[in-house]
């Protein structure tokens, strides 16, 4: 069992299939009607998302079974490392073209991080659970800016170069944005020296 902030993860049978059984945790601080109508709109959100990225050509987990009253997505097992233990050159580029992809549909991941991709031969994003629909810059931007502080606190050693690849990711399917929602995540990173000052 792997646990997460939000869920716990475990690995199941699906028929004769391999799989991961996603379960979202009540949370104790939480009014429980509160809770429970929070992890059932969230489950059944995310397995939408995880669906919908598929149909954009972005390679997901295939979702076998939703139970939005158990908080539980059943889902296919993506055999690999995870991008943050094996990160390179090539796989922040490619990072960066799923966030692209997302954010040309208006997709907001919300919590893009390394640590939410596979990696064997190709890379798979196998995470979906704060992402929401925005047209806002802003949001972008901050899916952006999260990935570069991931970044620096986790790979200092080579945040530049990685960053950059990830940028030239994102370039290489909408260059048209990219320039105006950098410029808006340096407008945040303004905001948040002043904020702390």
Not at 125 to 138: A, H, K, P, V, W
Not at 174 to 197: F, G, H, P, W
């Amino acid at each position: 069992m792997f646990k997460g902030a939000e869920s716990n993860i475990y690995l199941t049978k699906w028929y004769d299939k391999k799989a991961i059984s996603k379960i979202r945790i009540p949370k104790i601080y939480r009014q429980r009607m509160l809770d429970e109508d929070l992890r059932k709109k969230r489950t059944i959100s995310e397995s939408k998302m995880i669906a919908l990225a598929k149909e954009f050509g972005l390679r997901t987990p295939y979702i076998y079974f939703v139970d939005p009253i158990r908080a539980e997505i059943v889902m296919e097992f993506i055999p690999g490392s995870r991008a943050s233990k094996v990160l390179s050159s090539s796989i922040c580029f490619d990072i960066g073209k799923f966030a692209s992809t997302l954010h040309s549909f208006n997709i907001i991941h919300g919590d893009l991080t390394p640590s939410n991709f596979i990696v064997n031969r190709k890379i798979t994003m196998i995470d979906m659970g704060l992402s929401f629909y925005s047209t806002r810059r802003e949001d972008k931007a901050t899916d952006i800016r999260l990935f570069k502080e991931i970044l620096k606190s986790t790979h200092y050693h080579a945040y530049s170069e990685f960053f950059y690849d990830f940028l030239d990711g994102y370039k290489s399917v909408n260059s048209k944005e990219l320039e105006k929602i950098l410029q808006r995540m340096d407008e945040i990173e303004t905001r948040k020296r002043y904020a702390v000052a």
